[in-house]
């Protein structure tokens, strides 16, 4: 039995549909806060459990009969650590056999703010005595992308990326590779480092969508301060948008960059260029 922790989200969500291209529904077990908000997994014959990163006793209980886990890390930044524990032990305390951990990309030399508590994941997993394997994400397309609408508001791609490499991938990308170590043998100690195929500057993001709009986009490369101001006076809330400026940060100085195609050999294909995500992006509205 197959377990994902966040199964409502983005990625979970993508994990299930592509696990149930090579898994009979009745071997994967959806881990959600809440069951209601995943009925229609449960129709289509999915094992719908409670289970609540805050809240051991609903871990431990959740746990029960499963033999392999993906652990989606927790989308409560600051968080993070203390949830993914709670998971782990949890974990261990059911004898599981494999447990999978979405990460960041080159966790342990990362400038990425966010790195520190994948980092510290990572060691958990690591002195917990539980197999485990590590699926090291680069950052999603759709990071970018939905800061599309604001682009062609402004005539202005804002970043703090200078022209720093980024090889993003779609999410599906990221969701396929999951479900393909999930469901794979002998993974104990295997580390993936996923990155899209092709990198681009913000720069070149901003090219890419004058070509796809025909309206003109340039891109102005501000001071991290600065671009997190600017995050904050379009809405986001101010720890997001201090996030965001220090992922930016961390492309220029090489954190978002890998050209091993490590992602593309192990989906079997390859991952979807930044222009079409662009292009679905512009679809959506």
């Known amino acids: 039995m197959i377990a994902i922790t966040g199964a409502s989200g983005q990625l979970g969500r993508l994990v299930i549909d592509e696990l149930l291209t090579t898994t009979p529904a009745s071997e994967i077990t959806a881990l959600v806060r809440t069951p209601e908000s995943i009925s229609d ?19 431990i209980e959740a746990l029960k009969g499963i033999k392999k886990l993906l652990l989606i890390s927790s989308s409560e930044v600051g968080q ?43 060691a958990m997993l690591s002195e917990s005595g539980i197999p485990f394997a590590l699926l090291r994400n680069g950052w999603y397309s ?42 794979l043998d002998n993974q104990g100690g295997k580390i993936y480092e996923l990155s899209g195929d092709k990198a681009y500057t913000l720069a070149e993001l901003a090219a890419k969508i004058s070509q796809q709009t025909g309206k003109e986009i ?6 991290e301060a600065d671009y997190a101001s600017a995050l904050e006076q379009a809405g986001l809330p101010a720890p997001l948008a201090h996030m965001l400026a220090d992922s930016d940060t961390g492309a220029s100085q090489g954190g978002l960059y890998d050209n091993s195609q490590t992602l593309s050999g192990l989906i079997g294909r390859p991952t979807t260029p930044i222009a079409e995500s662009v292009k679905e992006a512009l679809k959506g509205g």
């Open 41 to 59: 997994l449960a129709e289509r014959g999915i094992t719908v459990r409670q289970a609540d990163y805050n809240e051991p006793g609903t871990l």
């Open 80 to 122: 993070r650590a203390q949830q993914h524990q709670n998971v782990i032990n949890a974990a261990k305390e059911n004898g599981i056999g494999l447990i999978a951990y979405t990460s960041i990309l080159h966790a342990d030399t990362s400038p990425l703010g966010l790195a520190e508590e994948h980092r510290a994941t990572e």
């Open 142 to 183: 759709e990071n970018y992308t939905a800061g599309i609408p604001a682009a062609l508001q402004l005539g202005t791609l804002y970043g703090c990326a200078g022209d720093g490499l980024i090889a993003s991938a779609a999410r599906a990308d990221y969701a396929a590779a999951a479900a393909k170590v999930i469901t």
């Open 218 to 223: 340039g891109y102005v490369n501000l001071p």
